[in-house]
């Protein structure tokens, strides 16, 4: 039997899946190690071998029917997968200063591994759930996490990039001045750029910007009590979902954020989906459509050939790193004759 593993490397865990040549995953929901990043490069390769073999052995097939490996990490890193001289913030033992991971790693497993980052193996996985295997589609995954990450695919094929960067959503600007109700807010994102869509659209934003715009208008919140930015930024989410008014304003805004993004996607690639992920919508469905809802309304008036282009919610957040690395390195093993 022939199958192609994926490896989801982030800062603290290894996820893994195993996918067959029919596109069937072979491993239901997590199969997740400690990633042990921080201890470098040797010790953390050890690891991912170690994990893959117990990986197998859940998915009912053997090490040797592996004939090829997709991996995904955070980056900076270029389109091969070799890490930012600088550092990443997921990577931060010296030794991974530019540390080619998937070389390496193929190196140690004797096979081919392929690389994409960890946004662009999320918007394959987005994708593939849509539109199934070898599809001509094009669409745009926004995953909303602790920043904002994401991916296009166009005519089936991820947009890598020269240098490794597509799909670097996060840092596109957006005329945020269109949003009501922010007169006044300065969204700075760490990239340098004031306004893109990651400084107003991710869990940072809602602790940079979001809250402390916010909670000064709703001096008795009981997040003002809470004095501490940082752990109240990670309650908003349950608070919205539960009427709070302070923290759907917050949602609000960035649903409205993301739908002046969309609207440029719309007007660069026509696509035939738009796609929402990351923890913001771990949520009840009740939510979920309630903000898709909200980022409709935040898009400026359609054409009306367009104005049916579907928005989904991505499922299975937590694996979509691994399933997308998988399905990738899936289809260049079939091109190189290997599944
Ligand atoms: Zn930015």
Redesign the pocket.
């Known amino acids: 039997m022939r199958v192609v593993a994926g490896v989801d490397l982030g800062g603290n865990a290894i996820n893994y899946t195993v996918v067959n040549g029919e596109e069937q995953f072979l491993i239901e929901g997590l199969c997740e190690h400690p990633a042990l990043s921080r201890e470098g490069p040797e010790v953390c390769l050890r690891q991912i071998e170690n994990g893959l073999k117990i990986a197998v052995e859940k998915a009912g097939v053997l090490l040797s029917d592996v004939v090829a490996v997709g991996l995904d990490t955070p980056g900076p890193a270029s389109a091969e997968g070799v890490l930012s001289a600088r550092g990443s913030t997921n990577f931060v033992h010296p030794d991974w200063a530019g540390f080619d991971i998937p070389g390496n790693l193929a190196k140690r497993l004797g096979k081919p591994v392929n690389y994409l980052n960890d946004g662009n193996a999320g918007a394959l996985w987005g994708h593939f759930n849509i539109f199934g295997a070898n599809s001509r589609d094009t669409s745009i995954s926004a995953v909303i996490g602790t920043g904002l990450g994401g991916g296009v695919i166009v005519d089936g094929n991820v947009v890598k990039g020269r240098m490794g960067f597509g799909g670097e959503l996060?840092?596109v600007l957006i005329p945020y001045q269109a949003i009501g109700g922010i007169g006044g807010l300065k969204p700075d994102?760490?990239?340098g750029?004031t306004g893109?869509l990651?400084?107003l659209c991710s869990l940072t934003a809602i602790e940079k910007t979001l809250l402390p715009f916010f909670l000064p208008r709703y001096p008795a919140h009981e997040l003002a009590k809470l004095g501490d930015l940082h752990k109240a930024a990670k309650l908003v989410r349950g608070l919205a979902e539960s009427g709070d008014p302070m923290c759907q304003e917050i949602f609000r805004v960035q649903a409205h954020a993301l739908g002046l993004f969309f609207d440029e996607m719309v007007n660069t690639f026509d696509p035939d989906a738009l796609i929402v992920g990351g923890g913001a919508l771990e949520t009840g469905d009740e939510f979920q459509q309630w903000f898709l809802r909200e980022t409709r309304a935040g898009m400026p008036a359609q054409r009306r050939e367009q104005a049916d282009i579907p928005i989904y919610v991505m499922p299975n957040g937590d694996t979509a790193g691994a399933r997308g690395a998988a399905l990738e390195a899936l289809k260049l093993a079939r091109l190189n004759g290997l599944a």
């Open positions: 996060g840092h994102c760490n990239c750029r893109d990651e400084s």
